[in-house]
């Protein structure tokens, strides 16, 4: 007894036994349920009203003091020990680590997640560098004096997936060409398309895109420095100088017009040569003085189909063959519309891909629509989507492509339309942009194999064969030896006639 006396005394002064055990029957207080068995919040509970007992404690009255006795020796160590941590709470409370011990609510933990998964899909919805940065990052793991590492470094100059696309489309345009009854292979002995034609064709228009992506690296190295796709190029990152980049544009140049010019025809020389003065003089520099600049690039990538349509109407031109017989004549009308369905296809691809790194755009200068007028360019794009129907439809009509074609075509068209529907009502957010940007990666070649795949006349040479009806054809056309008087010829096509049947 004495013992419990005196350790009050240490602590609150002197006071009975009787007192403290009157004061415990009347003060002892209902047992009330705590907000929560989570001990960091009933820390943080007992603490704010420590903090307002310890307030007002100084305006107290006696009673008020008197009431304020702790029951037991137990609980006002208790008290004495909350009352020393109650800063330390107080600052964690402040600095917000409480918080982060405190037990997640459901509310709380479903945003968290959302705001996670969102973060996540933006990450990944970044652009992947281009070709030529893999290419030169690439070139850095080979010996340095080695000829793999000189040509890996050279190639990423031209752009080789952008290139390989451009001679594709050129490649498509040239086998489209629908061929006279004269020049068919029933015909004439002579292939009615040369493959030496094609060959100087398409090499020489990858010639032609190579000296143009070299001479667009060579004018912006300190612009692609400040985007993510484009900083490890090779001239940004200085494993080939500007006057190397500048030889292989020019003899690229030279030698792929040259091709052009001997090994097919002058128009078609021409309009490779134009093609880089375009990207590399026109549309480069336009592309930070204005938005206008994403329609000169979409001229510059409908020319190469034009290329190879003008390329085999060469093989049939009845007057000079000159470029107004070429180009603008009825013939012509086929290479046109390609020409029209690259044009509009652009918009829709690179309008996603813009909005995608728009900020990057926004930060080298570069003056896109993605971040200038956010709104047009998801219109644009959806705009220009809507015109590949009645261009598909348009080879249909004018006989370049079968019927066949204009229900394949209109699945993928239906694809990149709707994509396009989502860009722009979505404003390129909840990954309608990076849907946009795959369906415009696939939707060219595909329509392009689609179009070869249905050319006009194509199935049914092909069925003709499989009946046997292109035997009888060929007989018609054996007149050196059979003779040239008609008795002859129709007394052996009646003796065999019965034979082939």
Known sequence: MQR???????????????????LSRT?????????TQSPSLRIVVEASSLFRRDYFSANRSDASIRHAVISSPLALARSRHEMSEAPAIADQLGNGSLHNSLPELPHRRRKRLRDEKQAASNAAKLIPPD?????STMSTQLPPSSLRRLFTLYLSLSKPRLSFLIVLTTAAAYSLYPVPSL??????????????TLAFLTAGTALCSASANALNMLFEPKHDAKMSRTRNRPLVRGYIGKRGALVFATVAGIVGVGSLYFGVNPTVAFLGGLNIFLYAGVYTPMKRISVLNTWVGAVVGGIPPLMGWAAAAGHSATASGGWEELLFSEASVGGWLLASLLYTWQFPHFNALSWTIRDEYKHAGYRMLAWVNPRMNGRVAFRYAVLSFPICGA?????????????????VNVWIVREAWRFWRKDGHMGSARALFWAGVWHLPVIMVLAMAHKKGLWEGVWQRLDGRAAEDELWMDEDETGSEPEQHVQRTLQIGPTVS
């Not at 003060?27 to 907000?35: A, C, I, K, Q, Y």
């Not at 029933?186 to 040369?194: I, M, N």
């Open 183 to 196: 020049l068919l292979p029933q015909t004439t002995a002579s292939p009615s398309l040369s493959t030496l």
């Open 27 to 35: 003060n002892r207080l209902p047992r009330v349920r705590r907000f």
């Open 131 to 135: 070709a030529s940065s893999r290419l």
């Open 4 to 22: 419990k006396i005196l350790s009050l005394q240490a602590v609150e002064g002197p006071v009975c036994l009787r007192c403290m055990l009157r």
């Open 395 to 411: 080879l249909w009509w004018f006989g370049i492509t079968d019927q066949v074609f204009l229900v394949t075509s209109s699945v």
